[in-house]
């Protein structure tokens, strides 16, 4: 199983809106309805943030969305907010390993 | 309070073993697949293992630990291991233990720290 693709980096100054692509196959991504997204800050240990494509768990502010089409998901940060800097990992469930993303470090200006 | 806590992490030398173990709270823990999750120093998250919940008849590995490391779980100690045989360098990572439901990990560890180096 090959890695998702995501940007390395992207940034957004706050109140801003920015979306975080991650690209797969259609043997994960593609395949399945369920990508998930994490926030990790540094030092700490990762935080879901969607899953199921576009569900947001408990205590997750709104301004987090998600979608997905085709081979590609996505994950759009609205309203931008200095706690919202941090590196973002997308992951795919592919019927029997995880494939994770290489990670997108947002920066917010 | 709904918890993973990992311990035994370490510095071992190459070809040495390690056994990680992650203590669950708070939840029915004989209920959820787990899954092992890595990060070396400065990059990505890495897959390592996965265990599904009851009898844990279903197990996966990542193709760079398949044949050195062997996940496990107790439900009656609300328990979880990895033990971590034949390490290499390229082994070195923070390792975090985390639940799986609706296929995404939603409880996480704080991680245990696996350094292997002579």
């Known amino acids: 199983q090959s890695a998702l693709t995501q940007p390395p980096s992207a940034s957004g100054s706050p109140g801003q809106s920015v979306t975080i692509s991650c690209t797969g196959t259609?043997?994960?991504?593609?395949?399945?309805?369920?990508v998930s997204w994490y926030q990790q800050h540094p030092g700490k240990a990762p935080k879901l943030m969607i899953y199921?494509?576009?569900k947001r768990p408990s205590g997750v502010p709104d301004r987090f969305s998600g979608s997905k089409s085709g081979n590609t998901a996505s994950l759009t940060v609205s309203g931008l907010q200095a706690e919202d800097e941090a590196d973002y990992y997308c992951t795919s469930y592919a019927g029997s390993p995880w494939v994770f993303g290489g990670g997108t470090k947002l920066t917010v200006l | 309070e709904v918890q993973l806590v990992e311990s035994g992490g370490g510095l071992v030398q190459p070809g040495g073993s390690l056994r990680l173990s992650c203590a669950a709270s708070g939840f029915t823990f004989s209920s959820y697949s787990m899954n092992w999750v890595r990060q070396a120093p400065g990059k990505g998250l890495e897959w390592v293992s996965y265990i599904r919940y009851g009898a844990s008849s279903t197990i996966y590995y990542a193709d760079s630990v398949k044949g050195r490391f062997t996940i496990s779980r107790d439900n009656a100690k609300n328990s979880l291991y990895l033990q971590m045989n034949s390490l290499r360098a390229e082994d070195t990572a923070v390792y975090y233990c985390?639940?799986?439901?609706?296929?995404?990990?939603?409880?996480w560890g704080q991680g245990t720290t696996v350094t292997v180096s002579s």
């Open positions: 199921e494509v576009s």
């Open positions: 259609s043997s994960d991504v593609g395949g399945y309805n369920y």
């Open positions: 985390a639940r799986i439901n609706y296929y995404a990990m939603d409880v």
